[in-house]
Nanobody
């Protein structure tokens, strides 16, 4: 089992930046690609960004491309999502997810591929 705990959410104004963190515990000795998803009120959960086990490859949803950056620190069992130029439509609960993978450079974006999920952290962008 892997436990994921997100932090860093909050209320910000349009144009602000925010950095989300996710720390993994438990069976972290296994290899996991990591991802961020979000769910806005009344909408389904959508892909935001993902990063490979070795950190060499990343993928972004069009909505965040150029504004969001995903990174990871394997020594700290952590993954981050740096968000800039935030917009009201970025308002959502953001979830961290882990996908067990034997491929060090593979990235994933389909939520069913991810085995473990955090509880989420709320991001609200409003003036």
């Amino acid at each position: 089992q892997v436990q994921l705990v997100e932090s860093g959410g909050g209320l910000v104004q349009p144009g602000d930046s925010l950095k989300l963190s996710c720390v993994a515990s438990g069976r972290t000795s296994s290899s996991y690609a990591m991802g961020w998803f979000r769910q806005a009120p009344g909408k389904g959960r959508e892909f935001v960004a993902s990063i490979s086990v070795n950190g060499d490859n990343t993928r972004y949803a069009d909505s965040g491309a150029g504004r969001f950056t995903i990174s990871r620190d394997n020594d700290k069992n952590a993954v981050y999502l740096q968000m800039s130029s935030l917009k009201p439509e970025d308002t959502a609960v953001y979830y961290c997810a882990a996908a067990a993978s034997i491929y060090p450079d593979q990235v994933y974006r389909v939520n069913t591929r991810f085995n473990y999920w955090g509880q989420g952290t709320q991001v609200t962008v409003s003036s």
